[in-house]
T-cell receptor
């Protein structure tokens, strides 16, 4: 049983394209997190959302609590954006469920 | 910029041996986590720790696992008798506050190989 589903699993884009990664979840959540995992394995937190929308540079994250859905958008994509993007949800504050990740490759 | 550190970066051990993975969270953080990622699979939550006790743990975190904050700076994960299937990357993470506005900071991970 997957509490968190992401799509697509793999995504290849040309530099400059607008990218959307989707996340759906089936449990009641405290918050939703978007993480970036670099090819070397390191994980960086991008956003933590409980409602609405957040923007950081070229990254935008939205969440619709009623529909249990979140999207991560990357505008003007760049090869350095190539990474695995992971959606995770926190349940009852300190327990987490992770999606399988979306592997993004941006081609120059 | 403060960061979470983990040691060792790679640990090789024989099946049945005990291992201790070490993490030093960011100094003013209050909440600590261990996650694991088996090669090619998704990240999985193991345990969260606050105020010197476990807050939540997953089904993976059975009696073979334990966590400790022995000296106010280190946060350790012990696996008592390792199995082949414990081979994975183990990530430590921490954050400062509770409520609805916190960002987790991840360590670089320890790759555990059980032979």
């Amino acid at each position: 049983k997957n509490e968190v589903e992401q799509s697509p699993q793999n995504l290849t884009a040309q530099e400059g394209e607008f990218i959307t990664i989707n996340c759906s979840y089936s449990v009641g959540i405290s918050a939703l997190h978007w993480l970036q995992q670099h090819p070397g394995g390191g994980i960086v937190s991008l956003f933590m959302l409980s409602s609405g929308k957040k923007k950081h540079g070229r990254l935008i994250a939205t969440i619709n609590i009623q529909e249990k859905h979140s999207s991560l958008h990357i505008t003007a994509s760049h090869p350095r954006d190539s990474a695995v993007y992971i959606c995770a949800v926190s349940v009852s504050g300190n327990q987490f469920y992770f999606g399988t990740g979306t592997s993004l490759t941006v081609i120059p | 910029e403060p960061e979470v550190t983990q040691t060792p970066s790679h640990q090789v051990t024989q099946m049945g041996q005990e291992v201790i993975l070490r993490c030093v969270p960011i100094s003013n953080h209050l909440y600590f986590y261990w996650y694991r990622q088996i090669l090619g699979q998704k990240v999985e939550f193991l345990v969260s720790f606050y105020n010197n006790e476990i807050s939540e743990k997953s089904e993976i975190f059975d009696d073979q696992f334990s966590v400790e904050r022995p000296d106010g700076s280190n946060f350790t994960l012990k696996i008592r008798s390792t199995k082949l299937e414990d081979s994975a990357m183990y990530f430590c993470a921490s954050h400062r506050t509770t409520g609805l506005n916190y960002e987790q900071y991840f360590g670089p991970g320890t790759r555990l190989t059980v032979t």
